[in-house]
Each structure stands twice: as structure tokens, then as C-alpha cells.
């Protein structure tokens, strides 16, 4: 089944960070930058939202260090925390609104897998499933570019 994101969301104007699983069973964390689409289930009920999304970054950067990580790209902003969730695992994305897209931004050096996860955040990474592969760069039209 194909995730359905929507454009115009309560979040809007304000950073909001989600997390998904890709079809391998890779882990991602995406920022909004206040304006990038988020999926359907990030607004369906405030009770997910609260209970899924609401310490997202600092659940995540509770997590022990794995491995360095591989800044993907030149950016003129401060990349820091999108490094820390990458060196936990998970390969890192922010929203670019110049190209409508989630930009890849760090790649973990040992990738975490879905099945890996055995704490709290565990049922998080089964709501959002992406078509596509992270490590690979493939799917969602060359990883999630949305026409805006």
C-alpha cells in the first residue's frame, strides 16, 4: 500500500520531524523545515501524532551511537543534527523547498534495519512504509520528490 502524504497540514511553518521505513527495511528520519509534505498518518489523529511524533528527535538521539556517518552533499547550513540521528542508524533527509524534495543528507555507516528496533520506538517504524530504497537511492521517483 502506498503512503498518501498531504501538502497543507497543521505543522505548516513549523519544523516537524517523521520517520519511515523503506521497503528493505531500512529506517529514515525526515525534516520538514517547516513546509515539506508530511504522510497522512502524521495528521489523521492527535493521539498518533502525540504518541509517535511528539519527542521524536530526542527519542532518537537517546539511542546509542553505531558508527560514523556520510554527509551526502555541500550545504550551506549547519548539518549537525541530521549526523547525529545518521550516526544512530538511520539515513537522514530534510526538506529542500527550491526542488519540492526530501534531500538525503547522512547516511549511516551501519545502517539499523526495522527488525533491529527493540525498544519503544519500535511500532513508530511500522506506520510509515516508503516505497522505495535508501542505501540504494532508488523508488519514490528517485527517492521523494513531490510536485508542489
Not at 529514515?28 to 495528521?43: E, K, L, M, R
Not at 541530521?82 to 550516526?87: D, G, K, N, T
Amino acid at each position: 500500500m502506498s503512503t498518501v502524504f498531504t501538502k497543507i497540514h497543521p505543522f505548516l511553518g513549523v519544523e516537524f520531524d517523521w520517520v519511515s521505513t523503506d521497503n528493505v527495511g531500512h529506517l529514515g528520519y525526515f525534516s520538514t523545515a517547516g513546509f515539506g509534505p508530511v504522510p497522512d498518518i502524521c495528521v489523521s489523529s492527535s493521539e498518533d501524532f502525540d504518541q509517535f511524533f511528539g519527542d521524536l528527535y530526542e527519542s532518537l538521539t537517546a539511542m546509542p551511537i553505531l558508527s560514523e556517518a556520510q554527509q551526502v552533499g555541500a550545504f550551506e547550513s549547519n548539518v549537525y543534527d541530521w549526523m547525529e540521528i545518521s550516526r544512530r542508524g538511520l539515513f537522514a533527509f530534510d526538506w529542500f523547498s527550491e526542488t519540492s524534495t526530501y534531500q538525503l543528507i547522512g547516511i549511516p555507516e551501519c545502517p539499523l534495519m526495522k527488525e533491529s528496533i527493540k525498544n519503544e520506538l519500535s511500532p513508530l517504524f511500522s506506520k510509515i512504509i516508503l516505497d522505495c530504497d535508501f542505501f540504494n537511492r532508488r523508488g519514490n521517483e528517485e527517492l521523494l520528490t513531490f510536485n508542489v
